[in-house]
């Protein structure tokens, strides 16, 4: 006899750790993507307002206190709430762990994404607490934002690879791939090739950064780059990306492409033209904080377009039945009334 609190943590158990792929756990893989895109966006607000060193200190936000104080005014608040914004992504990434654990023996490549991503939050806030000790030393700054942009990335994956499970089950479809349509040598070279150009643009759009004004404080160190140099090695892959992209464009429509393919490329052209124009705007502009809080915004955005993209035309990732599917616990106690 089962009684009812059994049922209701049953029922919570199965909610949390379900045995095959849900709703909940489409939901916390968009979760996961959006959260590690918007600390970016969130990091790029303290160092657009001056707040890097709100909180003086690390793990303390001063020496002889773990929050921020009214002294410390507006910058400590904003710092603060940066780092508050850790423990989401903890969460989301806890969340996500539990939603896979009982797939991990027939998915254990996602619930190694999912545990990839909760390890990488602590290493996170520890190169935080180093980016406060070296006084926002840019190349430590560098470090911190390449990180996140990388935990983007894996999100996506996880993300696109959970979604074509989901997808799966929805329409009954067993071996459904995330390459669905037609690719050719010239569309997945040329996905990889744009993909390894983002990323040098990325690397270059840091440098960039740590050679401008907005250094997070004012009393922070800056590379001695020139400006004008450094943003025209920023633009280069950027150019690389655009081409790689109309050859993509072109190429895909000689090709029976499936809709999905098609769509990542559309996106991404989208999302380029938006990060360009914004860009021009900010350079041409002395870097007005709107603008470049906006680009920001956009680098979210082109890591997660590029990499559906490299993954659309690149991935062997098939869909799969899950432990329970294979073999359902016939034998599991019935939910009944006590």
Not at 46 to 67: F, I, K, N, Q
Not at 81 to 92: D, E, H, Y
Request: glycine share 8%; proline share 4%.
């Amino acid at each position: 006899m089962t009684t009812t609190g059994d049922q209701t943590i049953r029922r919570w158990s199965d909610v949390l750790m379900p045995r095959t792929f849900t709703l909940w756990t489409m939901v916390l893989a968009v979760a996961s993507v959006i959260s590690q895109a918007g600390i970016i966006v969130t990091g790029g607000a303290v160092r657009l307002t001056a707040s890097g060193l709100g909180c003086s200190e690390w793990p303390r936000c001063t020496p002889d206190s773990y929050v921020t104080t009214p002294e410390m005014g507006i910058n400590g608040a904003i710092e603060f709430g940066n780092r508050l914004l850790t423990f989401i992504l903890a969460a989301i990434a806890v969340l996500t762990i539990l939603a896979l654990w009982r797939l991990r023996k027939t998915h254990g490549k996602l619930f190694g994404m999912s545990l990839f991503l909760m390890l990488v939050i602590p290493a996170q806030a520890v190169i935080g607490g180093i980016t406060v000790w070296t006084d926002l030393n840019p190349w430590v700054v560098m470090l911190h934002f390449l990180v996140s942009a990388l935990m983007v990335s894996i999100a996506t994956l996880l993300a696109y690879r959970i979604g074509a499970e989901r997808r799966a089950r929805l329409t009954n479809t067993p071996a459904l791939k995330i390459q669905d349509g037609a690719t050719t040598s010239m569309t997945r070279s040329s996905s990889i090739v744009l993909y390894i150009a983002g990323w040098f643009t990325l690397v270059m759009g840091t440098i960039v950064t740590g050679s401008g004004p907005h250094g997070g404080d004012p009393t922070a160190p800056r590379h001695d780059f020139d400006q004008l140099l450094v943003t025209r090695l920023h633009a280069a892959p950027v150019y690389l990306m655009v081409a790689l992209t109309v050859v993509l464009l072109v190429v895909m429509y000689q090709n029976q492409t499936s809709a999905r393919q098609r769509r990542a490329v559309w996106t991404l052209t989208a999302v380029l033209i938006f990060q360009g124009l914004v860009g021009f705007y900010q350079h041409l502009n002395d870097l007005p904080i709107g603008a470049v809080w906006l680009h920001m915004f956009g680098i979210g955005l082109v890591t997660w377009a590029m990499t559906v993209v490299m993954d659309v035309f690149n991935s062997k990732y098939e869909t799969r039945p899950t432990q329970h599917e294979l073999a359902p616990d016939d034998g599991q106690e019935a939910l009944t009334p006590a």
